[in-house]
């Protein structure tokens, strides 16, 4: 297994020690060793479209080579940057993609079913992209060989390469232990409050991660019929999911359980939230300034305000919870407010260590979604 000191040697050994992306569990320890500093610049982007845009910025100001850091479900929203500015037709920017390969079919265990498709294309679609890539070996001379060959191919070239992580390569670096405890909830307790003061008729769309698994755990602890849409992939979207049904569903409260990490990778959607206007929308931020789900390496979300964005985006209503008293209190006002509506409900970072996943598929999901939608 390679270790995080020995990976940042080899990274240092080339002069690549300027970072940015959004954190993936593939590397999780690296993503940690990396959150931590340790002598390396690490800018946190809130997509990976913005981190390939980082990186050459980086490259325009110093002439050097950047690495983004990505899930491969990343990979897609890096199309656009790849082929229109960044490519050795256009502005020939160089720099390293590394890649953490979900979805990968030789695994044992089987990957989560929205990692299955980009598992299965991710090569086909570097080729097309023209980058050349090599899968990371564990052991260290051998990936200082690949790395070193990898950085020269891209300064020759003036274009992306991609090394790939798969599971397991690089050590489990454990510095998300030491939890601050900033404030009284985690996301699992604040589900279970909203769930349990909802009226029950209410629609809920759920975010990626997390989230998703421990709405779909209370429901089974519960006995309650599957009745949520638990966004598996996507992350991002589900705000703009739940808006569309606001607006085709009138009749009914739409309820989105989203993260901090969600709402910053599509901010625009708050726009169009706000723009159109749906009074039965309902967006609920658990921030707890991180991306949770993939280790906790922090999110840029305790230095901006989402009661003032969302105020600019023309939501009509927007509170702020950062106790389970304010929480009742504000599930309470809520709904009596026409939206769309924001509130914001500060936690701390982690979950159970026996968090389970969804045990019914995508599909099945959808069906009994659609079915309680319409009902
Ligand atoms: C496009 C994309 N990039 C990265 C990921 C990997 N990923 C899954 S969940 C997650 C963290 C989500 O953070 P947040 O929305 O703040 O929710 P939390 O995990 O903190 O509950 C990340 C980065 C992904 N699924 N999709």
Redesign the pocket.
């Known amino acids: 297994m390679l270790k995080c000191e020995d990976l940042k040697k080899i990274f240092d050994e080339n002069d690549l020690t300027f970072f940015s992306g ?4 593939t590397f999780k320890g690296w993503m940690n060793y990396l959150a931590e500093g340790n002598g390396m610049k690490n800018i946190i982007a809130c ?2 479209c913005e981190a390939v845009a980082n990186c050459s910025g980086y490259h325009l100001a110093t002439g050097k080579v950047g690495v983004v850091y ?2 491969n ?2 990979l897609g ?1 890096t199309v656009n940057p790849i082929t229109s500015l960044v490519d050795k037709e256009i502005y020939s920017i160089p720099m390293v993609l590394m890649i953490g390969w979900r979805g990968n079919p030789n695994d044992e265990k089987e990957d989560e079913p ?1 990692h299955k498709m980009m598992g299965k294309i991710m090569f086909p679609l570097l080729n097309i992209l023209d980058i050349p890539y090599k899968i990371i070996p564990e052991d260290k001379v051998e990936a200082a060989i690949v790395i070193e060959k990898m950085k020269k191919i891209a300064e020759e070239t003036k274009h992306p390469v991609a090394i790939i992580i798969q599971k397991g390569i690089i050590d489990n670096y454990n510095w998300g232990e030491n939890k601050e405890e900033k404030y009284e909830m985690l ?1 699992e307790d604040a589900i279970k409050t909203i769930i349990d003061n909802l009226d029950g008729d209410e629609v809920i769309v759920s ?5 998703s698994r421990e709405l779909f755990e209370y429901r089974v602890a519960k006995e309650e019929k599957h009745r949520d849409f638990y966004t598996v ?4 979207c589900s705000a703009s999911i739940g808006n569309i049904i606001a607006l085709e569903k009138p009749d009914k409260k739409i309820f989105v359980f ?6 910053l ?1 599509q901010k625009g959607a708050l726009a169009s939230i706000g723009n159109y206007g749906a009074n039965n929308f309902y967006h609920i931020i ?1 921030d ?1 300034h ?5 280790g906790g390496q922090p ?1 840029v ?1 305790e230095s901006i305000n989402f009661e003032k964005i969302a105020e600019g985006c023309g939501y009509n209503f927007i509170k702020k919870a950062k106790t389970k008293l304010e929480l009742l209190d504000s599930i309470k006002e809520l709904k009596e407010k026409q939206g769309p509506c924001m509130l914001i409900v500060n936690i701390n ?1 982690g979950s159970r260590k026996n968090l389970g996943r969804p045990t019914t598929t995508p599909i099945e999901n959808k069906e009994a979604f659609m079915e309680f939608l319409n009902k």
């Open positions: 959004v954190p993936d569990s997509n990976e990505m899930q479900s990343g929203k929205q996301r975010t990626t991660g997390h989230a992939g996507s992350m991002g989203d993260g901090d990490g969600a709402v990778m658990f707890n991180s991306y949770d789900s993939t999110s979300s970072k």
